[in-house]
Nanobody, 123 residues
Framework: VQLQASGGGLVQAGESVRLSCRASGTSLRGLHMGWYRQTPASDRELIATISPTGRGHTTEYYGSAKGRFTISRDDASNTVDLQMNDLKPEDTAVYFC???????????????WGQGTQVTVSS
């Protein structure tokens, strides 16, 4: 199983970027999915989640992602996307996708983390 994130790059503050995560070796259908990000100075943090098609594609956003980022999914292409608008230098990070699943109250990741995609926002 591979979760491959793409779409990152170097952008100016205020610009937008659309990230995409494609799964291979498994179907994301039926799974709660999330986008995460990590910097050298911080732990990996959850920034957006989306429920499966059968649960209405309900979305939630955390921290500074609220109001600026939009998560979406397409079961046909087995992808989960993240539209990021009005980017700020503090959004600079490596972005990953993975499941948003909990086992006994703790985050559970049945699939390995991919390499992520670097987003760098210059001021």
């Amino acid at each position: 199983v591979q979760l491959q994130a793409s779409g990152g790059g170097l952008v100016q503050a205020g610009e937008s970027v659309r990230l995409s995560c494609r799964a291979s070796g498994t179907s994301l259908r039926g799974l709660h999915m999330g986008w995460y990000r990590q910097t050298p100075a911080s732990d990996r943090e959850l920034i957006a989640t989306i429920s499966p098609t059968g649960r209405g594609h309900t979305t939630e956003y955390y921290g500074s992602a609220k109001g600026r980022f939009t998560i979406s999914r397409d079961d046909a292409s087995n992808t989960v996307d993240l539209q990021m608008n009005d980017l700020k230098p503090e959004d600079t990070a490596v972005y990953f996708c993975n499941t948003d699943v909990y086992l006994n109250g703790a985050p559970y990741f049945p699939y390995p983390w991919g390499q992520g995609t670097q987003v760098t926002v210059s001021s």
